[in-house]
T-cell receptor, first 112, second 110 residues
């Protein structure tokens, strides 16, 4: 199946700093990528839809100024968590479309 | 609003004890019903996509079925390595956008 790679797998940052997470489609071109967030023992919640060459579409309640998404090429989307706070600590996962069924391995963000 | 509900929340089985997981959905214009396996600290691993009522797909000890209102993931003679969280997700009219259920935590005891 298609391979979606996320980097880093885990990151620890200090409160107030920014962190960038990369999502790459390794063997196909992804016109659209999706960013999800998962809290412990909860399911995936869609944060935003990222389209190559255009602005991301954010789900209701997601702060677009805090979670900056860039989809500059057909194989790379980035999520930047700006001015991170402890409540931003979570598991962030991306998926790429087409095909729509495949996810990256996730990034564990811990803000201290 | 699209909704996906999974049951039970948790399921404990003995090795070899077959069972089923349920996924009920309310989605406008269902384009696909997806099943994933998720291990702790990892992203969802794709298992199946079902597109129309009556469709069935199998992979090793797993079999997924779909009706107009729900999907089942049947696990036959499970092994401890089948222990994981199983997620169901529905794709609606927005291409690629999935609505996930809460998941079923499966534990298989040897």
């Amino acid at each position: 199946g298609a391979v979606v790679s996320q980097h880093p797998s885990w990151v620890i940052c200090k409160s107030g700093t920014s962190v960038k997470i990369e999502c790459r489609s390794l063997d196909f071109q992804a016109t659209t990528m999706f960013w999800y967030r998962q809290f412990p023992k909860q399911s995936l919640m869609l944060m935003a839809t990222s389209n190559e060459g255009s602005k991301a579409t954010y789900e209701q309640g997601v702060e677009k100024d805090k979670f900056l998404i860039n989809h500059a090429s057909l194989t790379l989307s980035t999520l930047t968590v700006t001015s991170a706070h402890p409540e931003d600590s979570s598991f962030y996962i991306c998926s790429a479309y087409p095909p729509e069924a495949f996810f990256g391995q996730g990034t564990r963000l811990t803000v201290v | 609003e699209d909704q996906v509900t999974q049951s039970p929340e948790a399921l404990r089985l003995q090795e070899g004890e077959s069972s089923s997981l349920n996924c009920s959905y309310t989605v406008s214009g269902l384009r696909g019903l997806f099943w994933y396996r998720q291990d702790p600290g990892k992203g969802p691993e794709f298992l199946f996509t079902l597109y129309s009522a009556g469709e069935e797909k199998e992979k090793e000890r797993l079999k997924a079925t779909l009706t107009k209102k729900e999907s089942f993931l049947h696990i036959t003679a499970p092994k401890p390595e089948d222990s994981a969280t199983y997620l169901c997700a529905a794709g609606g009219t927005s291409y690629g956008k999935l609505t996930f259920g809460q998941g079923t935590i499966l534990t298989v005891h040897p």
